[in-house]
């Protein structure tokens, strides 16, 4: 069902399903968030019989025709489509019954979100006894890491699932998953991983304010190490790119594009120092100010130098036994399909 991307009906509360679930369910819920939290309450004090009757009774007439229209259209758009509520219980069972008074009979998930998520936390387990060869690529910031692994077909996006670009400039516009999306969407693309080799991106446990599974992690750390290298010239070209241009052909406004860079900047500052924060922001500010923006590879070269790359030296030198290659893309590629 995950793999196969099978429309689904969740027909949890809106807090529920904003908690976590997968990425083919569409909320269509069986009660409110205010309707579920009365039914909880009066289960609580007068037993199930009575939440019963209360659910019924909230979910009547014009409310109750509503929903099932919107399932209904639901599965006018997607024939195939399953449904599911927490456990695969009561709300299934009378959603399931609601529809086919109407002449709809859809498939209820059995054991509801809470199977399906187990399935997925099985999956990302069981990567510790994965036997296909895993690689991971490192490199430099700059080096154009996410854009090779986005070039290959045999390779899993993490900061693409984190919609972070793993540091702490990485931040999007958009906001992260949940950790749950995540991790229910990284077993997904698992799942779906049908090659011989897994090549992932170098990463630290966390991305933004999300954390790779520990047992995931785990096995990135036992793969082999393959190093992009480029020089410095394009890594700030790249950077700029990125970060600077990119944004601004967006229609980012340059004002808060500058707030933005001095924020991220602000998180590393303890660890950059003072004198090298104060020299940074200020070259932020002044690139800023000029119409050309020529000036922004004076501070991407000062990042560089005295942070990312300091602290990229230091960290390869733990995982150093592990490479097995350096060199530019092509080589990486020539490498990866022989």
Not at 313 to 335: M, P, T, W
Request: net charge positive; charged share 25%.
């Amino acid at each position: 069902m995950l793999k196969k991307d099978i429309p689904l009906i969740d027909l949890r509360s809106p807090d529920e399903f904003e908690k976590g679930a997968f990425p083919t369910s569409c909320n269509l819920p069986i009660l409110s968030d205010e309707e579920r939290k009365q039914v909880g309450l009066t289960y609580k004090k007068h037993g199930s019989q009575a939440a019963e009757e209360l659910g019924y009774k909230l979910v009547s007439g014009d409310i109750r025709a509503r929903r099932i229209q919107a399932w209904q259209q639901f599965i006018q758009h997607n024939p195939e489509a399953h449904l599911y509520c927490w456990r695969g219980g009561m709300r299934s069972a009378i959603a399931s019954r609601w529809l086919k008074g109407t002449g709809l009979n859809i498939p209820v998930v059995p054991g509801g979100y809470k199977a399906l998520r187990r399935t997925c936390l099985e999956i990302l387990e069981s990567v510790k006894n994965d036997r296909r060869r895993w690689v991971i690529l490192g490199g430099r910031t700059g080096t154009g890491k996410t854009v090779l692994i986005r070039s290959l077909d045999f390779t899993i996006d993490l900061e693409h699932l984190a919609n972070h670009r793993g540091s702490a400039f990485g931040r999007q516009q958009t906001p992260q998953p949940t950790a749950i999306n995540f991790e229910n969407t990284l077993a997904i693309a698992y799942l779906k991983h049908i090659h011989d080799m897994l090549v992932l991106e170098d990463e630290s446990r966390g991305i933004g304010k999300l954390t790779i599974p520990e047992t995931w992690y785990q096995r990135m750390q036992t793969a082999e190490l393959i190093i992009l290298t480029v020089p410095m010239t394009e890594r700030i070209e790249n950077i700029r790119q990125e970060y600077v241009d990119s944004p601004l052909r967006t229609g980012f406004p340059p004002e808060a594009l500058k707030i933005a860079l001095q924020d991220s900047l602000l998180r590393i500052k303890n660890r950059l120092g003072g004198k090298d924060y104060k020299l940074i922001h200020q070259k932020i500010e002044n690139a800023f100010q000029t119409l050309s923006g020529e000036n922004h590879e004076d501070w991407i070269h000062d990042l560089l130098k005295k942070y990312y790359d300091p602290m990229y030296s230091y960290q390869l030198k733990q995982k150093k036994k592990r490479c097995v290659l350096e060199g530019d893309g092509q080589a990486i590629r020539n490498f990866l399909r022989a």
